[in-house]
């Protein structure tokens, strides 16, 4: 059974640093992998989505990366700002393509 | 281009009452999935529907239950409600049952059971 895992829990920085978020996942058999941000009570904002055959994506100072036979993904985000803090998910697809697995998410607070 | 939508916003039930939530999928768009997202926790997937047939399901027992119409809306129906059901209610659309694309989630239904 699939299981990922999102490690910290929880991050606090200040304005302008630059960080990382890990998201680990069991079974290397994925058909894909997410990145979603959550603001807090509200709906899922897709942020980067990997294909399995594929390594990283970038998306301005976002930029994911995917290693599948180690189970791993980090989330780098680049200068962080206030407007960055939100929980942030990953979650692989099964090989299926139907079902998103979701890790619990990293809650990222950026103080200005 | 319009987003997924999902209605109601909030609703307030009792245990063993029923419920229908309802979701309209982004233009183009001919999947829909259900997530259950309780507080603190990442969504939970609870089905999906391609072109208006059950697709996938997950976890859950078959009091959830769901529809799609052919111009790809969809409901969940929950019946026999729980105290453990209170949460918040994701739907999702992609193009293509094959998930070949990114999942585009709405604002969400948050349902709490008294």
Redesign the interface.
């Known amino acids: 059974k699939q299981e990922v895992t999102q490690i910290p829990a929880a991050l606090s920085v200040p304005e302008g640093e630059n960080l990382v978020l890990n998201c680990s996942f069991t079974d290397s058999a994925i058909y894909n992998l997410q990145w979603f941000r959550q603001d807090p009570g509200k709906g899922l904002t897709s942020l980067l989505l990997i294909q399995s055959s594929q390594r990283e994506q970038t998306s301005g100072r976002l930029n994911a990366s995917l290693d599948k036979s180690s189970g791993r993904s980090t989330l780098y985000i680049a200068a962080s700002q206030p407007g960055d803090s939100a929980t942030y998910l990953c979650a692989v697809e099964d090989q299926a393509g139907t079902a998103l697995i979701f890790g619990k998410g990293t809650t990222l607070s950026v103080s200005s | 281009e319009t987003g997924?939508t999902?209605s109601p916003t909030h609703l307030i039930k009792t245990r063993g009452q029923q419920v229908t939530l309802r979701c309209s999928s982004q233009s183009g768009h001919n999947t829909v999935?259900w997530?259950q997202q309780a507080l603190?926790?990442?969504?939970?997937?609870i089905f999906?529907y391609y072109r208006e047939e059950e697709?996938?399901r997950?976890n859950f027992p078959p009091r959830f239950s769901g529809l799609q119409f052919p111009n790809y809306s969809s409901e969940l129906n929950v019946n026999a409600l729980e105290l453990d059901d209170s949460a918040?209610y994701?739907c999702?659309s992609s193009l293509a049952?094959?998930?070949?694309d990114?999942?585009?989630?709405?604002?969400?239904t948050?349902l709490t059971v008294l």
């Open positions: 997924v999902q999935s997530y603190g926790q990442g969504p939970q997937f999906q697709n996938g997950g918040l994701l999702a049952g094959a998930g070949t990114t999942q585009y989630f709405g604002p969400g948050r």
